[in-house]
């Protein structure tokens, strides 16, 4: 790949004369849908699948941008006194959006840089491309500058940039994935100080396979900032009866108690799935920690059947995928994952059943829906590294 990359950046920009080659992973959340702005808990995983990078620093202030996944646009050039976001900029306002983020943190580049990008996450699935390119660049700045900086604050820069530059209101789950992920493990974050301890995913006979809804994303951003507003609406009715911080400091119980506090039927689905699904997320942990796989299975079920019903967050698509995934002997749990309206579902499915998993699923959703779905076998690897 680095040679790919190198020779790649040779051609584009004239010569790779100290070029650096570096990789960041992409995400699957294998449980904790919509908790992560709701101060709940969220388990996701880095895979060895993301976006490799080709970078050099300049002596001027320009900045030239390539992606060998977008090749019909060439060279995007800017420069550093051009770090606004604007429609036309298209990709690189993730890597801009990272740079004005540092500078923002008192971090100014003092010199631009050439940027090759090449991504191997399945296009626009939901499996964080974005928030790969984010870490990444961070990760390229802080080796170029020396800047001092840890992973977790590549997150949380990340997280700034996108909520900041490309104004979508996301958590800090797929930042935090990226730059902490760990091999062969799954990460579990307390989403409300970010506390965390690795988890490690030994699935004895069993893979984590995800499936592609390829439904393309229309509403979904909109949509996503929707159901933060409700769920901070639903918080605010909450805390006129409950001295709360946010729903994921309450339990089922708690919340059953006071539910009529929150004075729309909608937002109370909408609390109720933060709430039940924070719960599901710690069960499913301690579940894993007694090797339980068959109990984390059911519990990824009904996270999916909360985000159906209660969060409605997940469309024809991606329940086409699960309940037929559900069908299938040797499919231990299955559950849409990432922000929902489209992108993936993650399964975990025993060895010797994830092929007629692939060709089960596929056909009925083939049949169903009009297109195909695609589908990965993943492994779960390390964050962000220098090749
Ligand atoms: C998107 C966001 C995350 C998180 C998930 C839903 O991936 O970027 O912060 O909210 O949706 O769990």
Same mark, same amino acid.
């Given at each position: ?10 051609? /584009? ?7 650096? /080659? ?22 996701? $995983? ?39 976001? %604007? ?29 090759? !990008? ?9 499996? %964080? ?101 409700? $769920? ?13 911080? %946010? !729903?994921?400091? !309450? ?70 995928? /699960? ?53 990965? /076998? ?8 220098? !090749?």
């Amino acid at each position: 790949m680095k040679d790919i990359l190198l020779k790649k950046f040779a051609q /584009v920009f004239g010569d790779a004369e100290g070029a650096k /080659v570096y990789f960041a992973p992409g995400r699957v959340n294998l449980i904790g849908e919509h908790t992560d702005y709701n101060g709940g808990h969220v388990f996701p $995983c880095a895979l060895t699948i993301g976006t490799y990078g080709a970078a050099r620093k300049r002596t001027d202030n320009k900045l030239r941008f390539y992606s060998m996944n977008f090749e019909k646009l060439g060279v995007i050039e800017s420069s550093l006194e051009e770090l606004t976001p %604007s429609k036309g900029a298209g990709w690189t306002n993730y890597p801009k959006g990272v740079m004005w983020a540092f500078g923002e943190r008192g971090m100014k580049m003092s010199q631009g840089m050439d940027l090759l !990008l090449l991504g191997n996450i399945p296009n626009g699935s939901g499996l %964080s491309s974005s928030a790969s390119v984010e870490v990444l660049t961070g990760y390229i700045l802080r080796d170029f500058f020396g800047y001092e900086v840890e992973n977790q604050d590549l997150a949380l820069i990340g997280q700034y940039s996108e909520n900041h530059f490309n104004m979508v209101n996301c958590g800090i789950m797929d930042q935090f994935a990226i730059a902490m992920g760990k091999k062969d493990c799954a990460i579990f974050l307390d989403t409300a100080d970010l506390s965390f301890e690795y988890a490690p995913i030994a699935l004895k006979g069993a893979k984590i396979v995800i499936a592609s809804s390829n439904k393309k994303r229309g509403l979904g951003d909109s949509k996503y900032n929707e159901r933060r507003s409700e $769920c901070e609406t639903a918080l605010a009715e909450l805390q006129q009866e409950v001295e709360i911080s %946010s !729903l994921g400091d !309450l339990d089922e119980e708690t919340f059953e108690k006071h539910k009529e506090a929150i004075h729309s039927d909608v937002r109370r689905k909408r609390a109720k799935h933060a709430v039940y699904e924070n719960r599901r997320t710690i069960r499913a942990v301690e579940a894993l920690k007694r090797n339980d796989v068959e109990e984390f299975g059911r519990l990824m079920n009904a996270s999916h059947v909360s985000l159906r019903d209660d969060y409605e967050v997940t469309g024809m698509e991606l329940d086409t995928l /699960v309940e037929e995934a559900w069908k299938i002997p040797g499919v231990i749990g299955s559950r849409m994952t990432g922000a929902g309206f489209g992108g993936c579902t993650v399964s975990i499915v025993k060895d010797d059943s994830i092929d007629d998993f692939i060709k089960q699923v596929g056909k009925a959703y083939e049949a169903k829906i009009g297109y195909a779905a695609d589908f990965y /076998v993943v492994e779960i690897g390390d964050g962000p590294a220098e !090749l």
